[in-house]
């Protein structure tokens, strides 16, 4: 489309148009994406809403991701199988600016949100602050509106004029501009790559590091009274909590690793259009460095929230009511059994 060419980087016109057979393979494979993200982050929040115990202050941070997640699979996704099969951007600017500006916030909202739960997990492990006093709904909702209009901020500067978005070299997809060498382009790609990429993952390694190696410390010294035969409950039931505590930490950093692995090929992407030989990226190379990252919409709610112990039970209970539901009145008893069956596990937020 002639319409297309204005917001396509004079640099993609070096290349000849992607083959339908790729394109056709992206929409199909975005298609089954799209369905494991919306079902797996949808049945995430459906829980969270259907379960009071599980909207602690903590849990209000990991529903956030669910949320940015799901709003991606719902509204970019569509657009993109879409292009994928007319294999071409048939929405022109406006939309284009939507589907990037929409991209960049969930994208920002996802580290910003691991970030504040790794600063949260370490107040509440390591410094010990409000480990038996959770933290004040209203403190949790406050944190997450910051995280949100400091994502925004970020992703919408763009079309206020630092830098621009544009049609991928697929086009099929869009991005902000990084092929651009003029000091807006690299004032704003270094700004965002330092403060919303570099800096969260460098305050979430170290929290985590200081959060295992407290529970290492707190796991020998409660091991030590382990074969006493005076052992009261208070301290098993300090056992308990610190694997409970290791486990939740161990959930939290292989998500922060699988966030970093699947942004960081687009990163690298980045960092070679500005600085490095651009002959080096092409269409397909920056297409997949762009479909890595959003994958990550679909392992989040799996990595957290469908194997954590809390949540996992929850909707084990969620799906298994629904079914019954469907059944009908002649399961009631075997569903109380099974609820109360499911409602056993431990406690491991705050």
Same mark, same amino acid.
């Given at each position: 489309?002639?319409?297309?060419?204005?917001?396509?980087?004079?640099?993609?016109?070096?290349?000849?148009?992607?083959?339908?057979?790729?394109?056709?393979?992206?929409?199909?494979?975005?298609?089954?994406?799209?369905?494991?993200?919306?079902?797996?982050?949808?049945?995430?929040?459906?829980?969270?809403?259907?379960?009071?115990?599980?909207?602690?202050?903590?849990?209000?941070?990991?529903?956030?991701?669910?949320?940015?997640?799901?709003?991606?699979?719902?509204?970019?996704?569509?657009?993109?199988?879409?292009?994928?099969?007319?294999?071409?951007?048939?929405?022109?600017?406006?939309?284009?600016?939507?589907?990037?500006?929409?991209?960049?916030? *969930?994208?920002?909202?996802?580290?910003?949100?691991?970030?504040?739960?790794?600063?949260?997990?370490?107040?509440?492990?390591?410094?010990?602050?409000?480990?038996?006093?959770?933290?004040?709904?209203?403190?949790?909702?406050?944190?997450?509106?910051?995280?949100?209009?400091?994502?925004?901020?970020?992703?919408?500067?763009?079309?206020?004029?630092?830098?621009?978005?544009?049609?991928?070299?697929?086009?099929?997809?869009?991005?902000?501009?990084?092929?651009?060498?003029?000091?807006?382009?690299?004032?704003?790609?270094?700004?965002?790559?330092?403060?919303?990429?570099?800096?969260?993952?460098?305050?979430?390694?170290?929290?985590?590091?200081?959060?295992?190696?407290?529970?290492?410390?707190?796991?020998?010294?409660?091991?030590?009274?382990?074969?006493?035969?005076?052992?009261?409950?208070?301290?098993?039931?300090?056992?308990?909590?610190?694997?409970?505590?290791?486990?939740?930490?161990?959930?939290?950093?292989?998500?922060? *690793?699988?966030?970093?692995?699947?942004?960081?090929?687009?990163?690298?992407?980045?960092?070679?259009?500005?600085?490095?030989?651009?002959?080096?990226?092409?269409?397909?190379?920056?297409?997949?460095?762009?479909?890595?990252?959003?994958?990550?919409?679909?392992?989040?709610?799996?990595?957290?929230?469908?194997?954590?112990?809390?949540?996992?039970?929850?909707?084990?209970?969620?799906?298994?009511?629904?079914?019954?539901?469907?059944?009908?009145?002649?399961?009631?008893?075997?569903?109380?059994?099974?609820?109360?069956?499911?409602?056993?596990?431990?406690?491991?937020?705050?």
């Amino acid at each position: 489309m002639t319409e297309n060419l204005s917001f396509l980087h004079p640099y993609w016109h070096n290349f000849e148009k992607v083959s339908s057979t790729y394109h056709i393979t992206i929409g199909i494979m975005m298609v089954f994406v799209t369905i494991g993200a919306v079902a797996g982050n949808g049945l995430v929040v459906w829980s969270f809403v259907s379960f009071r115990s599980l909207r602690t202050s903590s849990n209000v941070f990991i529903i956030n991701l669910s949320v940015a997640n799901l709003m991606m699979s719902l509204i970019d996704f569509p657009l993109l199988i879409i292009a994928s099969f007319i294999q071409d951007w048939p929405f022109g600017k406006t939309v284009c600016d939507v589907y990037a500006t929409l991209t960049g916030l *969930c994208g920002l909202v996802t580290i910003n949100s691991l970030t504040v739960i790794a600063v949260d997990r370490y107040r509440a492990i390591v410094m010990r602050v409000n480990s038996a006093d959770p933290a004040p709904k209203w403190k949790t909702y406050k944190a997450t509106l910051v995280i949100w209009t400091y994502a925004f901020i970020w992703a919408i500067s763009p079309v206020m004029g630092w830098n621009k978005y544009q049609l991928e070299g697929v086009r099929t997809t869009c991005t902000f501009d990084y092929l651009t060498r003029d000091k807006r382009t690299i004032s704003f790609i270094v700004a965002i790559a330092t403060f919303e990429f570099i800096i969260p993952v460098i305050v979430i390694i170290l929290a985590y590091f200081k959060i295992v190696t407290a529970m290492i410390v707190r796991r020998r010294n409660l091991s030590m009274s382990k074969h006493s035969e005076n052992a009261s409950l208070n301290i098993r039931m300090q056992r308990y909590r610190v694997r409970a505590e290791i486990r939740t930490a161990l959930i939290i950093i292989g998500l922060v *690793c699988l966030f970093v692995v699947s942004w960081l090929p687009y990163t690298v992407t980045a960092m070679i259009g500005l600085f490095g030989d651009q002959s080096l990226i092409t269409p397909y190379l920056s297409s997949v460095a762009g479909l890595v990252a959003k994958t990550s919409t679909v392992f989040n709610p799996i990595v957290y929230a469908i194997i954590h112990p809390k949540f996992k039970t929850k909707i084990k209970s969620l799906v298994y009511r629904q079914s019954l539901t469907q059944t009908g009145p002649r399961s009631r008893v075997n569903s109380r059994i099974s609820s109360n069956k499911f409602s056993t596990s431990g406690n491991y937020d705050r």
